[in-house]
């Protein structure tokens, strides 16, 4: 029976945030942003270990971080590019796991994941699918900017989305396209799988799961958060 295992990259920099520290280290909803997707995966019975990736040089990292957590290990070999922090990830992690155990990818900016869109991530990755990656279908009209910024072209929207993550591949499936292709900078997990053949299913995400980039985001995010948190609680 194939194991569930997290990567988190959380080497980043954070450098279009423009915040006075690395922005998953940034306070959201009363915790570090890092902190919200490390307590979903803690809590889900079938994730077997999550390691956290972050840069050893970045001096924010701190072991009261990982609190009451028990199957979350943190691995100082972030690296220059979020590709090469996830492989080096994935390195470790091969040293402890089985070559066909699965691996979600998720990112440390992205603090709205929950328990239920990681488990339709489970559901809809078909067996026979090589992996998936939670995303969303593109709602507004696209447009392609001159060196002006002004509009050069409308493209189609037609069957285009939005990456998230996680992003779930087989563990020495997933370590072998990223290493073979870390030169060419794949800016998922999923473009390595695909620049090997490979073509992963897309699974509806959601909105409150999308990635902390710029400081804009922060209010969005939490208030996503908190919208989704209240929604529940009537559930119950
Ligand atoms: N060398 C890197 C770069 C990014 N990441 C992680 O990958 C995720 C998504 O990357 P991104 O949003 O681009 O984060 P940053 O690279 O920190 O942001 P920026 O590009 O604005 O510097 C984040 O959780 C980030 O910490 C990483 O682990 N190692
Ligand atoms: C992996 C990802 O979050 C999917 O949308 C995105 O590619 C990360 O890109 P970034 O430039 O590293 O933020």
């Known amino acids: 029976m194939s194991k569930y295992h997290v990567i988190i990259p959380s080497a980043g920099s954070g450098a279009r945030m423009q915040s006075a520290m690395p922005k998953q280290y940034l306070m ?13 995966f803690e809590v889900m019975h079938q994730i077997e270990t999550v390691h956290i990736v972050v840069s050893a040089q970045d ?5 009261h971080l990982l609190d009451g957590c ?10 220059l590019t979020r590709a090469e922090s996830v492989l080096n990830g994935l ?29 339709r991530l489970f559901q809809e990755a078909l067996p026979e699918s090589v992996g998936a990656i939670l995303a969303l279908p593109l709602a507004d009209t696209l447009k392609r900017a001159d060196s002006q910024q002004q509009i050069e072209t409308t493209l189609s929207r037609e069957g285009l989305w939005q990456a998230q993550t996680p992003q779930m591949f087989k563990l020495a499936l997933l370590q072998g396209a990223l290493q073979q292709s870390l030169d060419r900078q794949p800016t998922d997990e999923a473009q390595a799988m695909e620049w090997l053949g490979y073509q992963p299913k897309l699974v509806v995400g959601d909105l409150k799961n999308m990635k902390i980039t710029y400081m804009r985001d922060l209010q969005v995010v939490s208030a996503l958060m908190q919208a ?9």
């Open 91 to 119: 390195k470790h992690l091969a040293l402890e796991a089985d070559a066909n155990d699965w691996v979600l990818v998720h990112d440390a900016a992205r603090p709205g994941i929950d328990q239920p869109l990681v488990e």
């Open 228 to 236: 989704a948190t209240l929604d529940n609680q009537q559930e119950t």
């Open 70 to 79: 028990s199957k979350t290990k943190v691995l100082d070999c972030g690296g």
């Open 28 to 40: 959201l909803n009363g915790k570090p942003i890092l902190r919200h997707a490390i307590e979903v």
């Open 59 to 63: 001096g924010y990292w701190a072991p």
